[in-house]
């Protein structure tokens, strides 16, 4: 996002990559069916979801980048090292922070308050929306907004399985409504839309408007996990990179591992030193603004390596907060078995995929009265349905098939196929003092480079959230008259999902009002560095349940228009 809205602002950009150069558009397998996979589609090293995911050179493990954990400490950490990061992939739930989400301190004594409120911030999320394209409804539900009118593209029609679900919670009072996903169903408007995004501004408009028309709406046909050719879900690759290197102000340079900042005698940031991962040459940059946005614990490893005799704990770091109040999103979840949705007739449910309604949380009144046993809030994704078959979709069938085979085997194939849905809470984690990323003192990766150490604990707000999540989603399924496979945890501790684990982990850089008890102003700007700023989810002050992503690329916006305001009058 910095690349783009610094660039369409006629800035001169370098663009520094530590993964490889990659296409969705020539490399995405969009078309295949799981029997052209190789090995069945099995995941391996470098695909951790298996082939047809669209991460390379990435997952749970990066070869010759370790990570280590303090004793004790279980945490996961998923990176992917290619053009475009994680966007590639991911799921696209794209749900804004609430007003509460921006001041949960005021609220309920715990964690910190953003140093902005929803208000300033919900100008950008409706700029943001109409660029990436964001289906969504226009429900307004206590702490989850709706957008302005015309900005959220229609949402897909829901299915079977989530209607049926629908009706089991509107019995329980639980809200369930359309998600908002960053897919287009509809063609971006490439005449109106750049206007209303960048008045005034004839070079973005240009670009915009290019890159737009050469997006498709979804055609409802594969899998969004595997990226999109036609650019009809929102990767960096496809959606950003394309505009802001049509402005011509953009040098990218790929496998290009940044390790350090560096810094002049008067303590504003000079540039920056990378690996190049080819040649291993060190090579050093100079820029008149640094903007870090590597992902939340690598823009944090960066500026702690980042030594110097300013700046000895890392720079901009001199109130020791770099690192600190890391923050995961809580999960648990279940799967269950739906009688009412065996034996229904084939269908098309693929497309758009990802979920098409969700439930947000609903019981704030609960928790204002002092009811629940933890602070905030969770939401639930859930999925099923009659998709294109994966490779192994039928495996542990012969609990239901009970010795069937040839075929009986098969037609009890198709009557189970679709009959099995998931529920999955994603809740708010409250930072704290125990999780938090540093340098490990003596690992390095294999360009030399200081690896980071995790330590990371759950308070009881998060397991016994967790605990919440489970029991309602057992109640849901039971009033779907469904069965759970496996046993429901009875204790949070065990239902919760490791730490990281969820891949929403922000924090270590935190923005807020006060320099003593923050990295970062509002704008993502270093207080102690003028001329530095962080523009991932290192800035993040909470974890509210939305997943983090949209709200990343949102201040992302702000920071970036705050910059070249700084910029335009000398200020740094
Ligand atoms: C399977 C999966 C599903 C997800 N689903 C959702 C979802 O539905 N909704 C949601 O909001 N979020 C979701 N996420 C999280 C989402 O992907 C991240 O929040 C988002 O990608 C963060 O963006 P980022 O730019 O900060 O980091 P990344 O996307 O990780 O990008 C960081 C980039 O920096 C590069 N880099 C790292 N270190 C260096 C270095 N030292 N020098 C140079 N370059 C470097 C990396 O190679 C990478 O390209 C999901 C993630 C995964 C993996
Ligand atoms: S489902 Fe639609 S948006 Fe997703 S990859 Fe396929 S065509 Fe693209």
Avoid at 48 to 64: E, K
Avoid at 148 to 171: F, I, M, N, W
Avoid at 307 to 334: C, E, R
Avoid at 427 to 432: A, H, L, Q, S, V
Wanted: hydrophobic share 35%.
């Amino acid at each position: 996002m910095a690349a783009y809205q610094l660039s369409v602002q006629g800035l001169k950009v370098l663009l520094l990559e530590a993964g490889r150069d990659y296409d969705p558009v020539t490399e995405t397998p969009m078309f295949q069916t799981p029997k052209d996979a190789p090995l069945r589609g099995s995941g391996d090293a470098n695909k951790p979801f298996g082939f047809y995911d669209a991460t390379v050179d990435g997952g749970w493990r990066v070869p010759g980048e370790p990570f280590t954990t303090a004793p004790g400490t279980q945490f996961s950490w998923w990176r992917a090292r290619m053009l475009g990061g994680r966007t590639n992939h991911w799921g696209r739930i794209s749900l804004r922070m609430g007003p509460y989400d921006f001041k949960p301190k005021s609220r309920d004594g715990l964690g910190e308050d953003w140093p902005l409120t929803y208000e300033q911030l919900a100008p950008y999320y409706d700029k943001t929306e109409m660029l990436i394209g964001v289906y969504g409804g226009d429900d307004d539900l206590e702490n989850t907004p709706r957008s302005s009118p015309g900005v959220l593209q229609p949402p897909p029609a829901a299915r079977t399985y989530e209607l049926l679900a629908k009706h089991a919670c509107d019995g329980m009072k639980i809200p369930v409504i359309p998600a908002h996903r960053a897919v287009l169903t509809r063609p971006q408007d490439a005449n109106r839309l750049p206007q209303k995004l960048h008045p005034g501004n004839a070079l973005a408009q240009r670009v915009l408007k290019k890159s737009m028309s050469e997006r498709m709406a979804c055609f409802y046909a594969t899998d969004c996990g595997r990226g999109c050719s036609i650019k009809a879900n929102f990767q960096s690759t496809t959606v950003l990179l394309p505009p802001a290197m049509y402005t011509g102000n953009v040098t990218l340079i790929t496998d290009a591992m940044v390790r350090e900042v560096t810094v002049d005698a008067q303590g504003k940031a000079s540039g920056v030193h990378y690996v190049d991962k080819v040649t291993r040459a060190d090579h050093h940059v100079t820029a008149k603004v640094v903007v870090l946005a590597a992902s939340a614990c690598e823009t944090a490893r960066i500026m702690l390596n980042s030594k110097s005799s300013l700046f000895p704990n890392g720079i901009a770091n001199g109130s020791g907060l770099v690192g600190k109040y890391l923050m995961d999103t809580v999960g648990a979840g279940i799967s269950a078995q739906i009688p009412k949705l065996e034996g229904l007739p084939p269908i098309n449910e693929d497309g758009t995929a990802g979920i098409h309604m969700y439930m947000p949380w609903w019981l704030y009144g609960d928790q204002k009265a002092g009811k629940m046993n933890f602070a905030r809030g969770y939401h639930i994704e859930f999925g099923g349905g009659r998709g294109m078959p994966g490779p192994g979709i039928f495996g542990g069938l012969e609990t239901y098939t009970q010795g069937a085979y040839g075929k009986k085997f098969k037609e009890e194939a198709r009557r189970y196929y679709g009959s099995f849905m998931y529920f999955d809470g994603r809740g708010e984690m409250i930072p704290n003092e125990d999780s938090y990323c540093e340098l490990d003192p003596t690992a390095v990766d294999q360009w030399g480079i200081p690896v980071l150490r995790f330590h990371w604990k759950w308070s009881d707000h998060e397991t016994n959230q967790a605990l919440h999540m489970v029991n309602t989603f057992k109640d849901i399924v039971t009033q779907m008259g469904g069965t759970v496979q496996g046993t429901v945890p009875t204790d949070g501790a065990r239902a919760i999902a490791t730490g990281g684990s969820i891949i929403h982990e922000v924090g270590t850089v935190r923005m807020g009002s006060d320099p003593k008890k923050s990295v970062l102003n509002e704008f993502g700007q270093a207080w102690e560095v003028k001329n530095l700023f962080v523009t991932d989810g290192a800035s993040f002050v909470s974890n509210a349940d939305k997943n983090p992503t949209l709200s990343i690329l949102a201040l992302a916006w702000r920071s970036c228009d705050h910059l070249v305001e700084e910029l335009k009058r000398g200020a740094l």
